[in-house]
């Protein structure tokens, strides 16, 4: 590791401790003039470290620090996040790692943002990102994942966003059917997966999972038709800080935990009792527009929606809009 990211990663351990240079220096083998070097980069890149004569360094305390760098000292995942990239702003996450995906990234690669400017939803929508306010990130997966398997890759992101928030600030996340979460009736957190197949060959080729958690200043950030159906972290749980960092590397431990198991679908079992849908009456869209209501009977084990309407009839949907706001959702 170089002394700059050693160095940083010292600095985010230490919460807002200070740290002086002899004790960095005597940490990481190296001189107090090569810690000193390294802490005018980490500033020079924007890295708001503060510096107290006779004291030491510091991160600046309440900032919400989201680099390569304060993420590094979290990240325990063997492979996704194994190379991460993390940028100020981007389009879109999803489209940057289609372009790495067409350099032959890695799989495993990771990329995040602070802020989308073009961020990706389901059925062409665009998922709000707005600075600092939330957490947007898409992982590249190219290896043992079959066309079968592939269908249930976003419930395996949405079991494993759900159990890493639950794990750091104690909510008790909800899923909606099938990408987004729910926190106390509202939308914290949309998932959009995206993948190629081989023309030759029939199979996955790879799949790019986005995800997005609103953290904090949704009443602020977000537009005014959208306030009254979504929340955040922070704003749903007023005494938590969220770390983005922190949150960023946990959400990617349990993705690995989860994808291990998806050949005997495991996590199904959570994924279904974390549904906010089963037992009750919503609206439902088809891809065609049509209408109606139908009531939520099951999720069956390829993560399809089963249901049954006025008439009595059951199917099983893999497509179309499920609406649970106080006009879509009764008991």
């Given at each position: ?13 230490a ?9 960095l ?8 003039n ?6 005018r980069?980490l ?24 680099t ?5 000292p ?8 194994h190379?991460?990239y993390?940028?100020?702003e981007?389009g879109?996450?999803n ?20 802020c ?7 059925q062409?929508?665009?998922?709000v ?14 290896e ?7 269908p249930?890759?976003?419930?395996c992101?949405?079991?494993a966003?759900?159990?890493a ?9 909800q ?9 106390d009736?509202k ?16 199979k996955?080729?790879h799949a790019i999972i ?10 602020i ?23 983005r960092?922190q ?13 291990r198991?998806?050949?005997?679908r ?5 994924y279904?009792?974390?549904s ?11 891809d ?33 809009e499920?609406?649970?706001?106080a006009?879509g959702?009764q008991r």
């Amino acid at each position: 590791m170089r002394v700059k990211d050693a160095v940083a990663a010292c600095l985010t351990e230490a919460s807002g401790q200070y740290l002086s240079g002899e004790t960095l220096a005597q940490k990481l083998g190296v001189s107090r003039n090569a810690v000193w070097k390294a802490v005018r980069l980490l500033q020079d890149e924007g890295f708001p470290i503060e510096a107290k004569k006779k004291t030491g360094y510091r991160l600046a305390q309440g900032v919400d620090l989201l680099t390569e760098e304060s993420v590094r000292p979290y990240l325990h995942s063997r492979i996704l996040g194994h190379p991460l990239y993390v940028y100020s702003e981007l389009g879109s996450t999803n489209n940057t790692c289609k372009t790495l995906v067409r350099d032959h990234a890695r799989h495993g690669t990771v990329v995040a943002a602070n802020c989308q400017t073009a961020g990706k939803g389901r059925q062409g929508r665009t998922f709000v990102s707005p600075a600092g306010s939330g957490l947007y990130f898409s992982m590249i997966l190219s290896e043992a994942v079959s066309l079968q398997d592939a269908p249930l890759l976003t419930a395996c992101a949405a079991v494993a966003a759900a159990r890493a928030i639950d794990a750091l600030y104690g909510t008790q996340m909800q899923i909606k059917w099938v990408n987004d979460l729910y926190l106390d009736g509202k939308k914290c957190c949309g998932i959009l997966t995206e993948g190629g197949v081989s023309l030759e060959s029939g199979k996955l080729e790879h799949a790019i999972i986005g995800i997005g958690i609103n953290v904090r200043n949704t009443s602020i950030a977000m537009p005014e038709e959208l306030r009254h159906t979504v929340t955040s972290l922070e704003e749903a749980r007023p005494d938590i800080h969220v770390c983005r960092a922190q949150l960023l590397a946990t959400v990617l431990y349990e993705m690995e935990q989860v994808l291990r198991e998806l050949p005997q679908r495991r996590f199904l079992a959570e994924y279904r009792s974390r549904s906010c849908l089963i037992g009750k009456t919503v609206e439902l869209t088809k891809d065609d527009g049509t209408v109606k209501k139908v009531a939520v009977l099951e999720i069956a084990d390829d993560c399809g929606l089963v249901v049954r309407d006025s008439f009595g009839n059951v199917e099983t949907l893999h497509a179309g809009e499920v609406h649970i706001g106080a006009k879509g959702l009764q008991r």
